[in-house]
């Protein structure tokens, strides 16, 4: 291949590593500030976390025998120094490692709140990409059956706000490391009894990870699942109260929910409580948020024993629904749109939309793409495709009054008559245009 045929050559993005183009802007938006909102609404702060971490945090935290660490980690050795290094695949390890490290839990519990991306390594298909985003929470220092059951009405809230319906909640408890322990000695008898009937996925986890041998999603293999000893059946006294607590709770809130025996999530640091958010609307990629209590992991990584629970949610998944529902925004345009015409003209334009600026309304000042004048007509097209409401036009012979013209470009009738191009005097325009903007949002509430 030629230089030049290289240098002509179409690149493409990474597979399952997608854009997020303008026209989708309003529905990120639209996202964003409903669950900013809503974590505001329960006393949750941001925190931010690095996307590469060193590779032994997930192996630690997620456990080895997953398959995140095992298939779909993006992990690389640093050339210059020859450290470990992945992209993270999930966010609470991190935000655990960096509670831990800062000392956060100094005076007390702490409510964080992460959104970002997040890397694995997996076939891309509707919802489900190797560059997705989460948004997730992390209740750290509470031992309760409350802290679970308010982490969990939180995305009922949620749902609530972006106005998505027909999301089902999961529950099951996973009880304590004991009791895994004996559950686990019970599985492994009961699936060797069928080894010859599990694939070759389950025969591997059969001894490492029998527990996940449950989540399995191979149809020949339901019946087997179905059939297998309940964890909840070896449950101790402790475990049964606080799930029952939290169940006692979702059901004072009027929060439906149903008991999942074979829920058990994908990372291994999970105990007691864990739950799922599932729709049928988006064909195999059902569950939409999870999460649970995690109370063994901060000690884990390094920290003092603490109690703590969480839920991440997909971004991508969730924007999936709001389409599927047409629930999409309309994206609201820009306020003034800047056209004019002649060199002194075009540097007051420039004045004009500065000043306007400093008064808080979105502004465009129209450019030529090619440098080239370009007239009122095309200008007031391209005025009218921005979605702007109102368009000031500032020329030769208004320039020489002092003057610019106000165009409605959203016309709203009123008492039977539209609204008209006004002339208004430079030094009151600012306020014209606040007082029509005012005007023209209380014509559309009405």
Not at 195 to 211: I, M, S
Not at 230 to 248: I, P
Request: proline share 4%; charged share 25%; glycine share 8%.
């Amino acid at each position: 291949m030629t230089e030049q045929k290289k240098r002509l050559e179409k690149l493409s993005g990474v597979k399952g590593m997608n854009d997020i183009l303008p026209q989708d802007a309003a529905l990120w938006d639209f996202f964003e500030s409903t669950v900013k909102s809503m974590l505001r609404s329960y006393g949750y702060q941001n925190i931010r976390t690095p996307i590469i971490e060193h590779t032994q945090l997930f192996t630690r935290g997620i456990g080895e025998v997953t398959d995140i660490v095992e298939k779909e980690m993006y992990s690389f050795t640093d050339a210059l120094n020859g450290e470990h290094l992945t992209m993270r695949p999930e966010n609470t390890a991190a935000v655990v490692r960096a509670t831990i490290e800062h000392n956060l839990l100094y005076d007390g519990p702490k409510r964080l709140w992460y959104v970002g991306p997040m890397f694995r390594h997996e076939r891309p298909q509707r919802g489900r990409y190797r560059q997705f985003h989460q948004v997730g929470v992390e209740a750290l220092g509470f031992a309760g059956p409350d802290a679970d059951a308010e982490i969990i009405m939180m995305c009922q809230r949620l749902w609530d706000d972006l106005g998505l319906t027909g999301i089902r909640l999961e529950l099951n408890s996973l009880g304590q490391a004991d009791e895994r322990a004996a559950h686990r000695q019970e599985l492994i008898a009961y699936l060797e009894k069928h080894v010859e009937l599990l694939d070759e996925e389950a025969k591997r986890r059969l001894y490492t990870n029998p527990l996940r041998v449950l989540d399995t999603k191979n149809p020949a293999l339901q019946e087997i699942a179905q059939n297998a000893p309940k964890l909840v059946d070896f449950l101790g006294e402790e475990s049964r109260t606080h799930f029952e607590g939290v169940q006692r709770l979702l059901k004072a809130n009027n929060i439906p929910f149903k008991i999942n025996p074979r829920l058990v999530r994908g990372l291994d640091y999970y105990n007691l409580t864990v739950f799922e958010w599932v729709t049928d609307k988006l064909g195999a990629q059902g569950t939409v948020a999870g999460g649970g209590r995690y109370d063994p992991l901060i000690e884990q990584l390094g920290g003092k024993p603490t109690k703590a629970c969480g839920w991440a949610m997909g971004v991508e998944r969730i924007l999936e629904l709001l389409k599927e529902e047409k629930l999409v925004p309309e994206d609201e345009g820009t306020d003034v749109y800047v056209v004019h015409q002649g060199e002194a003209a075009a540097e007051q334009a420039f004045i004009i939309a500065e000043r306007l600026r400093d008064t808080g309304l979105d502004v465009i000042l129209h450019c030529s793409p090619d440098g080239a004048p370009a007239s009122f007509k095309s200008q007031m097209k391209k005025a009218d495709a921005s979605g702007a409401a109102f368009a000031v036009i500032l020329g030769e012979d208004e320039l020489a009054q002092g003057t610019a013209g106000v165009k409605p470009l959203r016309a709203i009738e009123r008492e039977g008559q539209k609204n008209e191009q006004s002339t208004v005097p430079l030094e009151n325009l600012t306020e014209f245009l606040i007082n029509a903007m005012v005007a023209s949002a209380a014509d559309g509430a009405d």
